[in-house]
């Protein structure tokens, strides 16, 4: 099958790696992939998260596009409820300026981080996530140039085209309104491991031509760790094991553990239950073996599009995870 092959970066800090690190990391990442030839690469926003340095992804879309070749470039994404409508749209305005028909406006409904981000970022008010779907409507308005509050006001600056918006979602909630609005959808499998055949089905089902989309499109979002061999696939994702282990038991994580020590660790009988149900999150092998897994679910989610999510350590490994999983699939 012809399957597109993006990324999605948490800008993750490894183990003994700085948040500036991380930073500079995500950019070496992004230059990596474009010359491989991924379709797109999405930043994702996390606050107030020691282990994942993004917290602005549209100020890293900004220098990743300047800094890559032909990549689309986006957000995975921009937590809505948080910001107004007509500002992110005038920032994507002008990214879109600044990078015709390479920028991707990626859009969720979560928090994002612990709950006094909620308040933080609202200015000590908890945001009104029932507006969602409105805000989302008006973003699109905004960034097709119309003016959908009244206020007689567009999102400049104005220009031939449009970044197009994708609604990020691990349920069948957000897939209907990504449907209901003619946006792209995208499922967190990463984050949640069930119900991707679901979501994805609702959105066909309810998915209404746009002038963004006149045609549904839709993609998963997952975590990969490849190795040269079965084991040592194993050795790299006991990191990410152990890392959504303690995210799960409220522990403060600095890092992602250095898989030489968690490799090691031993669990009881509900820790590694957790870990094998956290295992439906990630897609785990040889090149050969994760190709397959991943035609496997595409064609399962019917969906032409997957965006891999990489933590492992060292950083090299990341990129030599994408350089195996680019001549695998030939792109």
């Known amino acids: 099958m012809n399957l597109k092959l993006s990324v999605l970066d948490q800008s993750p800090l490894l183990y003994n790696q700085t948040p500036q690190d991380a930073l500079q990391q995500t950019i070496e990442l992004a230059q ?10 999405w930043m994702s926003e996390h606050h107030s998260t020691k282990s994942l340095a993004g917290s602005a992804p549209e100020i890293l879309v900004s220098t990743i596009a300047a800094k890559t070749n032909q990549i689309k470039v986006g ?3 921009v937590l809505l409820p948080h910001y107004s409508s007509y500002k992110v749209a005038e920032s994507f305005r002008v990214l879109e300026g600044l990078y015709p028909e390479r920028i991707d406006l990626g859009v969720g409904r979560a928090p994002g981080g612990m709950p006094g981000v909620n308040y933080a970022l609202n200015r000590g008010k908890y945001p009104d996530v029932n507006q969602f779907p409105t805000q989302v409507s008006n973003v699109i308005d905004y960034l097709l140039g119309n003016d959908p509050e009244g206020y007689q006001v567009q999102a400049t600056p104005l220009g ?13 909630a957000s897939a209907g309104l990504a449907g209901q609005l003619g946006t792209g959808y995208n499922f967190a499998q990463f984050i949640s491991g069930h119900g991707y055949r679901e979501a994805v089905q609702r959105y066909y089902d309810s998915f209404i031509p746009s002038e963004m989309f006149p045609e549904p499109k839709a993609s998963l979002a997952v975590f990969v760790i490849i190795g040269d061999t079965e084991e040592e696939a194993e050795y790299y994702a006991s990191s990410l094991d152990v890392a959504l282990l303690m995210l799960e038991q409220g522990m403060i994580r600095e890092h992602f553990p250095d898989p030489a020590e968690a490799s090691k660790q031993t669990f009881n009988h509900f820790e590694q239950k957790r870990i094998s149900e956290n295992r439906n999150r990630m897609i785990v092998g040889t090149p050969e073996s994760v190709k397959q897994q991943l035609e496997t679910l595409a064609t399962e989610a019917d969906v032409e599009e997957i ?23 030939s792109i």
């Open 32 to 41: 990596h992939v474009d010359q491989l030839g991924f379709h797109r690469f």
């Open 75 to 77: 957000t995975g994404g």
């Open 160 to 172: 031939p085209t449009a970044p197009p918006v994708w609604m990020l979602g691990s349920s069948g």
């Open 307 to 329: 965006m891999v999510n990489t933590i492992v350590a060292p950083f090299e490994q990341r990129l030599d995870s994408y350089s195996k999983l680019a001549k695998v699939f």
